[in-house]
């Protein structure tokens, strides 16, 4: 159930992203047209599992963020959490930034920089949207990572939005599934 306001926050993305697109290509030309199914629909996946609200006063980074994915979609639905949208490629936070502001968003940030340059303990949730390898993730996320925070039954942590077979990526991170 979104608000009025959430509805137009979600609604002037797509012609924000299909003008900033012309000007910098941060979705796949192909892609834009399914900007709602694709890249929108799919960074709420994590809202349909995660609560956010349920925690006061949650930071949460997205690494390696691109477009602003998952991070822009979460933080319009989460306005009372704080979203720090990380990426490497400055030209992309440009887009993200107009998005932002566009949107109206306030409780986004931007920061141009690696994950692993980031100040540790930071954030009580790390997310991301099929950036890297789980290895890779886990190597620069865990360190931000600040502990003693829960959130309904789960306790902070990461969120990796991946698909296909993950078995070997699984495997190859030593970490549990």
Excluded: C
């Excluded at 299909?18 to 910098?24: F, G, L, M, R, V």
């Excluded at 709420?44 to 991070?71: C, H, K, N, V, W």
């Excluded at 865990?142 to 699984?170: A, H, V, W, Y």
Aim: hydrophobic residues 40%; aromatic residues 10%.
């Amino acid at each position: 159930d979104f608000t009025p306001e959430q509805e137009s926050q979600f609604e002037k993305l797509g012609d924000l992203y299909s003008d900033w697109n012309e000007k910098i290509n941060v979705i796949s030309r192909k892609d834009i047209d399914s900007l709602y199914e694709k890249h929108i629909l799919h960074s709420l996946a994590i809202a349909a599992i995660f609560d956010f609200s349920a925690g006061e006063g949650l930071q949460i980074a997205d690494i390696g963020t691109g477009g602003g994915f998952p991070g822009i979609p979460l933080a319009i639905v989460f306005p009372e959490v704080q979203f720090t949208l990380v990426d490497s490629i400055g030209k992309k936070l440009k887009v993200v930034e107009a998005v932002v502001e566009g949107v109206g968003l306030t409780n986004v940030k931007t920061i141009h920089s690696r994950a692993e340059e980031l100040q540790p303990n930071t954030y009580d949730f790390v997310i991301s949207r099929a950036v890297a390898p789980l290895k890779d993730l886990w190597l620069w996320g865990g360190p931000l990572l600040r502990g003693g925070r829960k959130l309904d039954e789960f306790k902070n942590g990461m969120i990796f939005l991946k698909g296909g077979d993950l078995s070997q990526e699984i495997s190859d991170s030593k970490l549990r599934p």
